[in-house]
Each structure stands twice: as C-alpha cells, then as structure tokens.
C-alpha cells in the first residue's frame, strides 16, 4: 500500500513539494558524501541515515531509483573559503602518509560506517580526482561569461547569474561571512573555481589547465559529477544543512552558468528540481567536533557497548529535519526500542513472507505507515506504525511477516537479520568474557533457586565490580549487560 503522494520540503522554495519525477517513472538524486581526510563523526553519518531514508521510500514508491554519493580527495578547503590549505594535503603532512593512502584509508573507514548503519549502496560512487578532465572543460565553457581570473585562481563571479543565495536566503553587502577575502575579488562572495599552486610550492594532488598547475575548488566537483552522472536537471540533491549556506548555492551558480543562468524562480534551472538537508546532531559536551581529539565516531560508540543500528533507530526517531540531540541515554534508549523489535519479530525468524496475500487487518496500520513516510519522511511517525504492527495478534504469521519486512525495507533497521546476541557487544573496557558472566549468572539462578540469597548476592557484588549490570526482572529477558 503506497498510495499516498510523497512531499518533500524542498530547501530552495522553503515549501512542500508534490514530488514529480523529471523522468517519469526514476528518481535521481545525488548527495554529497564525505571528504576522505578523516573519520566522520556519527553527525556527519545522520545526513547518509537521512539519505538512504530518502531513497529508500523513493523505491518503496515504485520508481527506479539511480542514487549518486561523492567521495571528495581533492579540492575541498580547512574552511568553506578561497584560502587555506586542503583538507587532504593537510592530513598527508600530519600523517607523514601519501595523500592517496590518507584518501584510501578513510574512504574504506567510511564505507565500513555505511555497511554498519546498513545504509544501501548507492547506484555509483563519484570520486572527484576520476572526474578532473571533466571539471576542467565544465569550468573552460563557463569562464568567459562567469569567470576571471586572479594570481591565486579563477573565480566565478557570483553577479553573473540570478538569484544567487538564494538557497541561503544569507546574501548581504559584506557577502558570507566564512568567505575569507581575497585580493582581488569582484565580489565578497565570488569562489574560486581552480586554485592555482602557489609559486615555489607543490601539491601531492595537481594538474595541468588552461589557468596554471592546481587542483580544482570543491563546489566545481559536485557540479560535474552530478550533471555528468546524473544529467540536469535531476531531481533531488542532498546534503547536510551547513551545506545549504555557502556549497550548494555556489554549486547551484555554476550549474546556472553551465545550463542557462536563468533564474531560481525555475528550481530546475539550479541543476536539481528539489534540494533537501537534514538538520545538525548536537552535542552538548563539545565532542562532536573532529578536533577536540577524541570526537564522537560510530566505533566510539561500538567501542562503548552500543550496536551501530541502535544510533539509527536514534536517527530515525527525529524528522530529518529537527535538530537531534545525542545522549548515551538517548541512545540506550534507543537501543532498547529495537531489542523490543528484534524480540517481536524473533517467532517469525522461521516463516515464510505472503507478501501477496490479503492484508486486511493491517490495512490501517499500513496507511499510516505510507502516509508518515509519504509526509516529509516523518520516520517518527512511522516507527509508532511498525510498532502497531508488531503488536497485532492472532493473524497469520506469513502476512505479518511480509508486512513487517515491508515496512523495515523503508526504515533500513534489518530486523530479520539481528539475534539478541547481535545486540549485546561487549564494551571494550570490559575484561570479563560472556562465558564467564553466562557462567556465573546461571550459579547465580541455582542459589535463587535454592533460596541461598547470600551467595545469589555474592554473586551479583562480583559481577557488579566487574563492569556487569545484571537487570533482575528486565521485559525484555536480556538479564545483563555490561556498564559503560
């Protein structure tokens, strides 16, 4: 049951959109993917999260979905400015590596991410250093009318196109304000388009163009990887809210310049017919920035006792659009949502879906489903849904089963494929083994049973000073765990 017509908020008309595919019948969407200097922070993961929610309502839907997600090695800035070093070469001298090895290291550190938050393969992953060619002749038919040239670059000159910001809705006369200032410029606003090499110096990453020996910026590659994979217009473009300030509306001007410079009136004439952000993760305790040291990433919280699905059902407990707070309470208890499901859907493990069969009693639950995601992705909304529909009772098992798989395909949660013992990891911490507390647990169940109450609590005290909590009387009969 998909009837309901999907909306989308669409951050370039500040409204929702009835969503109309530019080809009938596909959907394509690219998203900006990471910049491969770093481990990403679990706030980084949450725009991934919400993207592959997006795309998988889109095929839930029924459209073809061709998704696109780049991997940025090369071009990107330590800020959203025209000066600076870059982001890669930077790591390189600090890790004494190649800047290919750093490239490739953190790319497979990111990959290992997206299996475990069971987030899908998109259609293609872009690399910006395979699309270098490519920029240079994007950015040789956009120079004469858009572009000049200074000692340092070309830049775009941001009044060439119309509606520029409007993305941001941030446009004043002293321009963005993370911009930094360049001698030279036009504009405050104007960014460069390729960064020549400064004289004397040399780059790991260069090439040979028309404007001296550089690297390209970082908005001309998602340009051109989105609109030689993809072709303008597509239909939805994602990304992190912090990319809706300065990013997009630069890569939203260089796409004008390439198709038309029309204006935004049109949101097809920015390259994509709708553009959509997720919101901040915040952390109160400062660590969810990569440079307090040790910031908060997905083997962190691993590392603490945390299966990594249990930070997406946190995500998906949040519009995509809200802010979402992160606490190791907020997180236990997101946790505890998914052992309940993974519990409710456990008699099922060894029955066969009958995913065409009559779906009467679950009709409601399913419209209510359809209709949350169909809202805006309101993921919240449709969690409560999947709950109602792990609750129904007395109907047969084969149905429920396909209707219970058919709606954690959209959420991404991978219910059949998790045990109990999935979910319980052991912190790193801990030194104690699971045979060992499983052992001393069931010594335990004997002097309870035995009405040897001083032993049974011994016991307890010793588990207890080894790190283990053991939860007398837990609903969900997970009996322990082990403290963080």
Known sequence: MTDAPLKLFNSLTRSLEAFVPVHPGEARVYSCGPTV????????????????VLGRTLSWKGLKLTHVINITDVGHLTDDA???????????????????????????AYWADVRA???????????????????IEFAKGIAEKHCYELESGLYFDVSTVADYGRLARAVTDDGEGRIEAVEGKRNAADFAIWRKTPPGESRQMEWDSPWGRGAP????????????????????????????????????????????????DDPRNSGARIWMHNNFLVERSGKMSKSSGEFLRLQLLIDRGYHPLAYRMMCLQAHYRSELEFSWEGLGAALTRLKRMVMAVAPLADVTPQPEAEHAKFAPVLAKFDAAMADDLNTAVALTALDEALAVKKVDAGIKRAVIEDMDCVLGLGLFGLTRADLRIRPRSASITEAEIEAALARRREARAAKDFAASDAIRDELVAAGVEVM?????????????
């Open 37 to 52: 200097y770093n481990y990403p922070h679990i706030g980084n993961m949450r725009a991934y999260v919400f993207a592959d």
């Open 82 to 108: 025209d000066a600076g070093e870059d982001k890669m070469e930077r790591m390189a001298a600090a890790q004494k590596q190649s800047i290919w090895d750093i490239a490739e290291h953190y790319k497979q």
């Open 117 to 135: 938050l069971n987030i899908r393969q998109p259609a293609q992953w872009t690399v910006a250093t395979d699309y270098v060619p490519q920029m």
């Open 217 to 264: 910026g970082w908005h001309l590659e998602c340009s051109v990887m989105s609109g030689e994979v993809l072709g303008f217009p597509f239909d939805i473009h994602t990304g992190g809210i912090d990319h809706r300030e300065i990013h997009h509306p630069n890569e939203i001007a260089q796409n004008q310049a390439h198709c038309c410079t029309n204006g935004l």
């Open 472 to 484: 007398d009387g837990d609903p969900l009969g997970w009996e322990w765990r082990l403290g963080e």
